[in-house]
């Protein structure tokens, strides 16, 4: 089991750039795919991106692509989001999540395939 804490969120104006930071306890911290999901207000949790154990694979919702950069230190047991050139739209509660599940990549967009959520970190986009 893992247990996971963000951080890094914050007040940005559009145009601006967060770095948001989960630290995951445990030593097996490098046998998980890593995720981060937003939830905005009365919208469902939607994929942003992910990366697998090694840090050899990522993936990123068309949204964020270009703009945002996930990255993993295993020995930190560390995973990062870099965001860059954000929009109001992108204002929401950051979760990160990890999984071992083997099916990961079919299914890495989903948040079903992740047992394992952090608390949420707030990111507020001013325009």
């Known amino acids: 089991q893992v247990q996971l804490a963000e951080s890094g969120g914050g007040l940005v104006q559009a145009g601006g750039s967060l770095r948001l930071s989960c630290a995951a306890s445990?030593?097996?911290?490098?046998?998980?795919?890593m995720g981060w999901f937003r939830q905005a207000p009365g919208k469902e949790r939607e994929f942003v991106a992910t990366?697998?154990?090694?840090?050899?694979?990522?993936y990123y919702a068309d949204s964020v692509k270009g703009r945002f950069t996930i990255s993993r230190d295993n020995a930190k047991n560390t995973v990062y989001l870099q965001m860059i050139s954000l929009k109001p739209e992108d204002t929401a509660v950051y979760y990160c999540?990890?999984?071992?599940?083997?099916?990961?990549?079919?299914?890495?967009?989903?948040?079903?395939?992740?047992?394992?959520w952090g608390q949420g970190t707030q990111v507020t986009v001013s325009s």
């Open positions: 445990g030593r097996t911290f490098s046998t998980y795919a």
């Open positions: 999540a990890a999984t071992s599940n083997v099916y990961y990549y079919n299914n890495y967009a989903l948040a079903s395939t992740y047992p394992y």
């Open positions: 990366i697998n154990w090694s840090g050899g694979n990522t």
